[in-house]
């Protein structure tokens, strides 16, 4: 079974700076997909970046990125200068792609790291 | 763009009440998945449905149930309610065939108090 670890519950940053949030997953699956997701005190789940495993590119989405190492199962988000506006409890899940008969597509999400931007 | 809608927003029961959540998928999505998510807790999988029949099941209590209906959308039923049961309810769609761009498209979830 696969699980997702995040080994930081809580992190807070000054604002306009860098911080940088841990994942770590294991999985026997060759082919899969890993996804941040931001929950802000609204509670909606929004995504934010998704990396596919077989992509050696690590994904960009404006002030979001990720490094991903898939040797060492790790899945790590760079939030570069940061705003108010990204505080948020951060999840971090992994998918395998749904295979007829097996895999449905669903996601599993690590317990979260609670971030906090100060001004 | 339209997106996953769920209905209510909140509810409010006493133990032992039932409840019935709602859930309308993003139009042409044919797979939908819920997932709770009690008070400081990461969103636990509980069901999902694919072409109106269950495709894959959780944690989902014996004392809930669900179904996909012919226009897709999904309703989770929970009876006999109980205190642990308060908790945010997420509903996600997505459209299996978009294989190039596999995700789930999220509600904004339900939040269910029971007292």
């Known amino acids: 079974a696969q699980t997702v670890t995040q080994s930081q519950p809580e992190m807070s940053v000054q604002e306009a700076e860098t911080v940088t949030l841990s994942c770590t997953y294991d999985?026997?699956?060759?082919?899969?997909?890993l996804f941040w997701y931001k929950q802000p005190p609204s509670r909606q789940m929004i995504l934010v970046i998704r990396?596919?495993?077989?992509?050696?590119q690590n994904a960009t989405e404006n002030r979001f990125s990720v490094n991903f190492q898939k040797a060492a199962k790790s899945f790590s988000l760079k939030i570069s200068d940061s705003q108010l506006g990204d505080t948020a409890m951060y999840f971090c899940?992994?998918?395998?792609?749904?295979?007829?008969?097996?895999?449905?597509?669903?996601?599993?999400f690590g317990k979260g790291t609670k971030l906090s931007v100060k001004p | 763009a339209a997106g996953v809608i769920q209905s209510p927003r909140h509810l409010i029961k006493e133990k032992r009440e039932t409840a019935t959540l709602k859930c309308y998928p993003i139009?042409?999505?044919?797979?939908v998945y819920w997932y709770q998510q009690g008070p400081g807790q990461d969103p636990q999988f509980l069901i999902s449905f694919y072409e109106k029949m269950q495709s894959d099941k959780g944690s989902i209590p014996d004392r809930f149930s669900a179904q996909q209906f012919s226009d897709y959308h999904s309703e989770l039923n929970m009876s006999s309610l109980e205190l642990g049961d308060s908790a945010l309810y997420f509903c996600a769609s997505r459209y299996r065939r978009d294989t190039f761009n596999e995700k789930l498209f999220f509600g904004s979830g339900t939040q269910l108090s029971v007292l």
């Open positions: 990396q596919e495993a077989y992509k050696q």
């Open positions: 899940a992994f998918m395998k792609p749904y295979n007829y008969g097996g895999s449905q597509g669903n996601l599993i």
């Open positions: 999985t026997s699956e060759n082919n899969y997909y």
């Open positions: 139009p042409r999505h044919d797979t």
